[in-house]
RNA sequence: GCGCCCGUAGCUCAGUCGGAUAGAGCGUCUGCCUUCUAAGCAGAGGGUCGGGGGUUCGAAUCCCUCCGGGCGCGCCA
């Protein structure tokens, strides 16, 4: 509801300014200090104060003034040295944030432009940890917040199944566990497969120390993945389609799913790459270098530094080595077009997998479609949900594009960057890791695969479902068994997303145990805690008082009464909380233009923490007064709804009863 | 060496397309459960916003510079 005043609000001054000045001006407001000064302010006058060379105060004054009414505003003062303060008609406000609040999102027309959100993107020859769930997370949440919002959301997952990751577990079944396809295929089945390669990766990886020439074991074992024949491709094929699998399911109890898995296979079978290769040589994005470092290799150039060309050559990024074979980034260039619809060339599909809810999960695929299968790609906007280490490589990717002449489609290509997972070095030791003198004294440690240095994904919701199924055991002894383990999931999973959203995406987690597993003050049962005491209320209300209407609460007191409770300063707590509650639309918006859940992961937190002071200062089912009951329920349920809607959008639940 | 990010309370972090007295959580200390569940609430204490210069009516926020830390810069992905 704030956000449509405030942008009223803007508008007015704009044009009022421009009619009385004759001068276009950029109206920023802002939210003052305390609720005395109003719920809108607006600093314009000093910007016009330069222009017109008046003092600013004279400036605002005259406008307070003259500018007549604004819909939702009950009066302008003027404050400082010439602020201009706005004040909300209270009563209208928390009417209207009631009819909105809890409605359906917005649906996105079927010929709307197409967003296209790549998240997760983990190699599939391992378990998931937590740097993969922080991807996963933020990816997802943005998800919602499109979607919300109205945009067409398209969700992929890429699936890197014919890279060296997968090679080096193939090297480990078949040279350190001699192990044949048939017996991989049988190990395959067990219930955490990707626990086991995550030790053989770390194992491999080993090996490979150990004797640096076993590396040759390596490449024949991309080669034949590559060129899909013989034993080692077989073996591959059926670890990355297993691992892939259990990722789904991690990621489901996460409350992430997809749309699309486009595989790195089909890239090279379906000749995306011979394909985009084809127009950057055409389109000369490219240059085949003749002498150098870099002689016989195709090679994208930075932008024009000015230096020769054979220094320009030698600093450029590789894109086809010497021995004819493509980088990651080639594919990674194949890929990005197809995304926009610019290969000219289309995957088939197939269904891959399917939700808990029954909608299938498509992959890509060589073989003849589904016919049932979606049109996918063709996005308009594409988010790319990448650590911020690939910077560069991102850049050479859009650099690709822009070479082309799409510049359009490479203003839309946004890497959605975030900063990595670390662990303290406590953490790491408590799980038992040796690390260097130099490790244990750092701030954090970087996981590594290779190292098998991580906190896996499945393990810390394991451990986050065991505490709090304990809690809830401890607290509703009564309730049958499944219904506990139900609310012990969504804790867990409000605690971990939570923890892994609060953050900013440029700041690097620190990861702790303790910290990741707490329950109390700025975390993910705190925000579903407000919501439970809400429901425990109506809840109750309904028991007691069963002929109460408290659906329509705001029917039974008239606009009259609900202004004079609203009215400064006696009622000044709550349209504080009103006012809060009905900003989550603005607090939305305003995470969907910085590109960052964490803006409305802190919004979720300021409102239950609101709540919370609402709910011990005031008793609602003991209200004596009537009409101060009703404004008491709406209150809460205008509360209850924007956080259920909030914590939805970041992937919470929220529990009946906690 | 070059590029990107970060430096705000004891710790972990918000606030950074300039705005009014710099915020939160954790931790510490002191209180509050016969009440709509204490996964909660109240209070206390805690700051050269890394240093220095500049722009501005106004700077944690913009510019310059220095210091500290991280990440990246491969014919790996």
Redesign the pocket.
């Known amino acids: 509801m704030y956000h449509p005043i405030d942008k009223r609000i803007r508008e007015a001054l704009r044009a009022y300014i421009l009619e009385k000045y004759g001068l276009e001006s950029a109206v920023?407001t802002?939210r003052?200090?305390?609720l005395e000064?109003?719920e809108v302010?607006?600093?314009v006058c000093?910007?016009l104060?330069?222009r017109l060379k008046r003092a600013?105060r004279q400036i605002a004054q005259e406008i307070a003034s003259s500018i007549g009414p604004i819909e939702g505003v009950a009066r302008i003062e003027i404050?400082?040295?010439g602020?201009?303060?706005l004040f909300l008609e209270r009563t209208q406000f928390l009417r209207q944030a009631m009819a909105l609040a809890g409605g359906e999102a917005a649906a996105a027309a079927d010929g709307a432009p197409k967003v296209i959100v790549e998240h997760t993107n983990i190699?599939p020859n391992k378990a998931a940890h937590i740097g993969h769930l922080r991807n996963a997370a933020l990816g997802d949440s943005f998800v919602r917040l499109l979607r919300y919002t109205g945009r067409r959301v398209e969700v992929q997952n890429y699936i890197?199944n014919t890279?060296?990751?997968v090679a080096d577990v193939v090297v480990g079944f078949h040279h350190l566990e001699k192990k044949t396809p048939a017996e991989v295929q049988a190990l395959s089945a067990a219930p955490r497969f990707d626990y086991l390669c995550w030790d053989l990766y770390a194992r491999v990886t080993q090996f490979y120390e150990e004797d640096k020439s076993r590396t040759s074991l390596r490449a024949d074992a991309l080669k034949s993945i590559e060129e899909n024949h013989g034993d080692l491709a077989k073996m591959a094929t059926c670890v990355a389609d297993a691992v892939v699998r259990r990722h789904l399911r991690t990621m489901e109890r996460m409350q992430v799913g997809y749309d699309l898995l486009p595989r790195?296979s089909e890239i090279l079978r379906l000749k995306f790459w011979e394909k985009a290769f084809a127009l950057l040589k055409e389109r000369n994005a490219i240059q085949l270098v003749s002498t150098g470092?870099?002689?016989?290799?195709w090679v994208m150039r930075a932008a024009d530094t000015g230096e020769s060309e054979e220094d320009q050559n030698a600093?450029a990024k590789?894109i086809v080595?010497?021995?004819g074979?493509?980088?990651?980034?080639g594919?990674d260039i194949a890929y990005q077009l197809w995304k926009f619809g610019l290969l000219g060339l289309d995957f088939h599909y197939r269904r891959f997998d399917q939700t808990p809810d029954g909608r299938p999960i498509w992959a890509t695929s060589a073989e003849e479609s589904d016919p049932d299968a979606p049109a996918f790609g063709r996005g308009w906007e594409v988010f790319n949900v990448i650590d911020?280490?690939?910077?560069?490589?991102q850049g050479v990717v859009v650099a690709g594009l822009r070479a082309l002449g799409y510049e359009d489609e490479a203003r839309r290509s946004i890497h959605f960057s975030y900063?990595?997972v670390a662990l303290s070095p406590r953490s790491a030791m408590a799980m038992g890791y040796v690390l260097s003198p130099e490790e244990e004294k750092?701030?954090?440690v970087?996981m590594s695969g290779r190292r098998g240095l991580g906190v896996k994904a499945d393990d810390l919701l394991d451990r986050l479902e065991t505490s709090?199924r304990a809690?809830?055991d401890a607290?509703?002894p009564a309730l049958p068994a499944n219904e506990r383990t139900g609310?012990?999931h969504a804790?867990a999973i409000g605690?971990l997303r939570y923890f892994l959203l609060?953050?900013?995406?440029?700041?690097?987690?620190?990861f702790?145990f303790?910290?990741a597993l707490?329950?109390?003050?700025?975390?993910g049962?705190?925000c579903?805690?407000a919501v439970?005491?809400a429901r425990?209320?109506f809840?109750?209300?309904a028991t007691q008082e069963a002929g109460y209407p408290s659906e329509k609460a705001g029917a039974i007191v008239d606009d009259a009464a609900l202004g004079k409770m609203l009215a400064a300063p006696a009622g000044d707590d709550l349209w504080d909380l009103a006012l809060l509650a009905g900003s989550l639309g603005a607090t939305i918006a305003g995470a969907v233009?910085?590109q960052?859940p964490?803006?409305l992961a802190?919004y979720a937190?300021q409102l239950?923490?609101a709540f919370?002071?609402?709910?011990?200062?005031?008793?609602?089912?003991?209200e004596e007064d009537l009409q101060k009951k009703a404004l008491?329920l709406m209150l809460a349920q205008l509360v209850e709804r924007q956080l259920v809607t909030a914590l939805g959008l970041l992937g919470i639940e929220s529990p009946e009863?906690?």
């Open positions: 920023v802002e003052p200090p305390r000064m109003g302010a607006s600093p000093f910007d104060a330069k600013p404050a400082g040295a602020y201009l303060n190699n890197d890279g060296v990751q790195e470092k870099n002689a016989g290799c600093a590789i080595r010497s021995n074979t493509v980088t990651y980034v594919k911020s280490r690939q910077a560069y490589l900063e990595m750092r701030s954090y970087e709090c809690e809830v607290r509703h609310m012990a804790i605690a609060k953050y900013t995406r440029s700041a690097v987690i620190t702790d303790a910290e707490s329950f109390e003050g700025e975390t049962p705190y579903q805690y439970v005491r425990n209320i809840r109750k209300l233009q910085a960052e964490a803006v802190k937190f239950a923490q919370n002071l609402f709910y011990h200062k005031h008793r609602i089912l003991s008491l009863k906690m």
